[in-house]
């Protein structure tokens, strides 16, 4: 009897520690059988899962690491350097307000507003909206803290880029590009940048969240701009990460960061490198940023909502710029322009802004519009937009 009860301790011991190593393994990948049994006895062979789980790790941060050493060196910061009113706080009994009244006195501040990489050339790229202010003065700082000054500003009136051409830039490390075009849904993506204006060269990693996307992006209260084409990410992107290299696991940048969803969580915009590199090919060719205009603004009518306003599927014109080559066709605000040169537009991928992209300036293009519930068409000769 007693050699019964002490087998049946014994069973019900392993039992229990079975039961136990099934509960520990759920929350703390802990495999208390093997540790009893010993390893391999039973069938298990969780020791070499493990491994290989710990080696998959090991590799994705091993990518991190490498991407950020290779690329941060050629990873920049923007800084501007303006006047501004000095305004005087009024004092009061209990403290002081939150307004005041001018001094009539100006101070120069500096602050670090964007970032952005160095390309072939010793050139700096960036986003147009980070050194919108013509009137400031601007400077890069690279990653050992040496800066340069920002001579000359070369803006791209179509996309929200810009080129910085900087004393000494021969000097700083550049970075390679890669193909946008080749990016699936699920690619893993670093992003480096100079979060909130004073973190710099802070690393975020995310993913591919989808391609092709169409935003109007701004600053909530003026210049909105129509990006179209741009790649979304969940890689934290914030005020300050604008211009900054969006990388793949090999280090190549793939995206230009743009823009951060203020409604949601997690949801940023990059350029696509390949539109960059046609920016940098055109400058380097002539000079300037020399593109082709039709000279509206517009917003793309899916054929859903096609469908439930019973308009057609294309690009719905808001608004026409006086002399532009839209303007002298005839092409009016509320025109639904569906085809250029034979293109529907609602099929292109991108809108109407990459239709006109594969153009140059002084081509004659054929425009065909829905109005007033009829179709109709037009010839429009594209004019140059130059530099802003």
Same mark, same amino acid.
């Given at each position: 009897?007693?050699?019964?009860?002490?087998?049946?301790?014994? $069973?019900?011991?392993?039992?229990?520690?079975?039961?136990? &190593?099934?509960?520990?393994?759920?929350?703390?990948?802990?495999?208390?059988?093997?540790?009893?049994?010993?390893?391999?006895?039973?069938?298990?062979?969780?020791?070499?899962?493990?491994?290989?789980?710990?080696?998959?790790?090991?590799?994705?941060?091993?990518?991190?690491?490498?991407?950020?050493?290779?690329?941060?060196?050629?990873?920049?910061?923007?800084?501007?350097?303006?006047?501004?009113?000095?305004?005087?706080?009024?004092?009061?009994?209990?403290?002081?307000?939150?307004?005041?009244?001018?001094?009539?006195?100006?101070?120069?501040?500096?602050?670090?507003?964007?970032?952005?990489?160095?390309?072939?050339?010793? +050139?700096?790229?960036?986003?147009?909206?980070?050194?919108?202010? %013509?009137?400031?003065?601007?400077?890069?700082?690279?990653?050992?803290?040496?800066?340069?000054?920002?001579?000359?500003?070369?803006?791209?009136?179509?996309?929200?880029?810009?080129?910085?051409?900087?004393? &000494?830039?021969?000097?700083?490390?550049?970075?390679?590009?890669?193909?946008?075009?080749?990016?699936?849904?699920?690619?893993f993506v670093i992003a480096i940048g100079t979060a909130l204006?004073?973190?710099?060269? %802070? =690393?975020?990693?995310?993913?591919?969240?989808?391609?092709?996307?169409?935003?109007?992006?701004?600053?909530?209260?003026?210049?909105?701009?129509?990006?179209?084409?741009?790649?979304? %990410?969940?890689?934290?992107?914030?005020?300050?990460?604008?211009?900054?290299?969006?990388?793949?696991?090999?280090?190549?940048?793939? &995206?230009?960061?743009v823009a951060v969803s203020s409604s949601g969580e997690n949801?940023?915009?990059?350029?696509?490198?390949?539109?960059?590199?046609? $920016?940098?090919?055109?400058?380097?060719?002539?000079?300037?940023? $020399?593109?082709?205009?039709?000279?509206?603004?517009?917003? +793309?009518?899916?054929?859903?909502?096609?469908?439930?306003?019973?308009?057609?599927?294309?690009?719905? =014109?808001?608004?026409? +710029?006086?002399?532009?080559?839209?303007?002298?066709?005839?092409?009016?605000?509320?025109?639904?322009? %569906?085809?250029?040169?034979?293109?529907?537009?609602?099929?292109?991928?991108?809108?109407?802004?990459?239709?006109?992209?594969?153009?140059?300036?002084?081509?004659?293009?054929?425009?065909?519009?829905?109005?007033?519930?009829? +179709?109709?068409?037009?010839?429009?000769?594209?004019?140059?937009?130059?530099?802003?």
């Open positions: 009897m007693k050699s019964f009860l002490m087998g049946l301790s014994v $069973s019900v011991l392993v039992l229990f520690s079975a039961i136990g &190593g099934a509960v520990a393994d759920r929350v703390f990948v802990i495999k208390p059988l093997d540790y009893l049994l010993g390893e391999g006895i039973g069938g298990f062979h969780l020791p070499e899962k493990s491994n290989l789980v710990t080696q998959k790790i090991l590799n994705e941060e091993g990518v991190v690491i490498d991407v950020a050493d290779k690329a941060s060196v050629g990873v920049v910061t923007v800084a501007v350097e303006r006047e501004q009113r000095v305004i005087e706080p009024i004092e009061s009994p209990f403290g002081f307000f939150g307004f005041g009244l001018d001094s009539g006195k100006t101070e120069v501040i500096e602050q670090d507003i964007g970032s952005g990489f160095v390309v072939e050339g010793g +050139m700096v790229v960036t986003n147009k909206h980070v050194v919108s202010d %013509t009137q400031a003065s601007y400077k890069v700082i690279d990653y050992n803290d040496e800066e340069y000054v920002v001579e000359k500003i070369y803006r791209d009136p179509i996309n929200d880029l810009a080129i910085l051409q900087i004393a &000494g830039g021969d000097k700083l490390k550049t970075l390679e590009l890669g193909d946008s075009d080749s990016l699936k849904v699920g690619q204006g004073e973190f710099r060269h %802070t =690393v975020t990693t995310g993913v591919v969240s989808g391609l092709g996307r169409g935003i109007v992006a701004g600053d909530g209260f003026s210049d909105f701009e129509q990006l179209d084409n741009v790649i979304q %990410t969940d890689a934290a992107i914030n005020p300050g990460n604008s211009g900054g290299p969006l990388l793949n696991s090999a280090g190549q940048v793939i &995206g230009v960061n949801i940023g915009f990059a350029l696509p490198i390949n539109v960059v590199r046609e $920016s940098l090919e055109n400058f380097e060719a002539t000079g300037r940023f $020399s593109r082709p205009m039709l000279g509206v603004s517009y917003r +793309m009518v899916s054929k859903d909502t096609a469908i439930l306003n019973e308009v057609t599927e294309g690009a719905y =014109v808001i608004d026409v +710029m006086a002399g532009s080559s839209a303007d002298e066709a005839g092409i009016k605000p509320g025109d639904i322009i %569906t085809e250029v040169d034979g293109q529907r537009v609602g099929e292109i991928r991108g809108g109407l802004a990459n239709v006109i992209n594969t153009k140059k300036v002084g081509d004659q293009v054929s425009v065909k519009l829905w109005r007033e519930g009829e +179709m109709r068409e037009f010839a429009v000769i594209l004019k140059e937009q130059v530099d802003q």
